[in-house]
């Protein structure tokens, strides 16, 4: 059930058609599901790419698989984007995975799709899993904030995360999903099943009827924010 009313919810909101027997997994929060990521895909000596300031999670995930952080710089002067291009040669070929979290907490940035595109197109050209964090999809005020799967050739290379914690005030619920590339989502889910055993049946169907009120609830809980 809940499977099905995220695909829905993907498609209603993004555009994005995805398989919920192939292409979404539904985790405990997103919080698990990004620091479990590294697990499936990350070696020792292996790099990953995350933003500074960002989510400890993208962090700590790494150190814990013996992988290296290497910090890509939120600055003012680049817009609070990483600068993709000022990665060394010698770190690309040592990078597994590249995190983004856009919108962006702490910054508030909303990457336009010219910069997203541009991200699918570097890590299909290094070969790196673009791993995006969209809890904050719906914190937006004026205009929408995009799925990276809308971008053409995003499903090659991308999983991105999703938490009902802020749009719908679930926190402490600890529900979500991931969704993307099948080859992405199912090495995920290798790893989580040998490290939890899922939602509590009626949190999932909590979330699916949450998914299914979107429309309803989501001007009212952005103007309270």
Same mark, same amino acid.
């Given at each position: ?26 985790? @405990? ?12 895909? !990350? ?25 290296? !952080? ?16 000022? @990665? ?26 010219? %910069? ?5 197109? %570097? ?5 790196? @899993? ?30 991105? %995360? ?16 991931? !969704?993307?590339?099948?080859?992405? !989502? ?40």
């Amino acid at each position: 059930v809940f499977r099905k009313a995220i695909a829905d919810f993907m498609n209603r909101r993004f555009g994005v058609a995805a398989d919920p027997d192939g292409e979404i997994y539904p985790t @405990i929060g997103s919080k698990e599901a990004i620091g479990h990521l590294p697990l499936a895909f !990350v070696n020792p000596g292996d790099v990953v790419l995350a933003p500074e300031p960002g989510y400890p999670p993208y962090r700590s995930g790494t150190i814990f698989c013996g992988g290296e !952080v290497f910090a890509l710089p939120l600055t003012e002067a680049n817009g609070f984007l990483p600068d993709l291009g000022r @990665i060394p040669a010698s770190t690309l070929r040592q990078a597994r995975i590249l995190w983004l979290n856009y919108p962006n907490s702490p910054t508030g940035v909303v990457a336009t799709r010219e %910069f997203l595109k541009g991200a699918v197109d %570097f890590c299909r050209e290094h070969t790196i @899993i673009l791993a995006q964090d969209a809890a904050y999809a719906e914190m937006v005020y004026d205009g929408r904030a995009l799925s990276i799967l809308e971008i053409e050739g995003a499903r090659d290379v991308a999983i991105e %995360f999703h938490s009902l914690s802020k749009t719908f005030n679930m926190t402490g619920w600890r529900v979500g999903w991931a !969704v993307g590339s099948r080859e992405l !989502v199912s090495a995920l889910g290798r790893v989580k099943t040998n490290l939890d055993s899922g939602i509590f049946t009626a949190i999932q169907r909590a979330g699916a009827a949450a998914l299914a009120r979107y429309d309803e609830v989501h001007d009212r809980m952005t103007a309270v924010y």
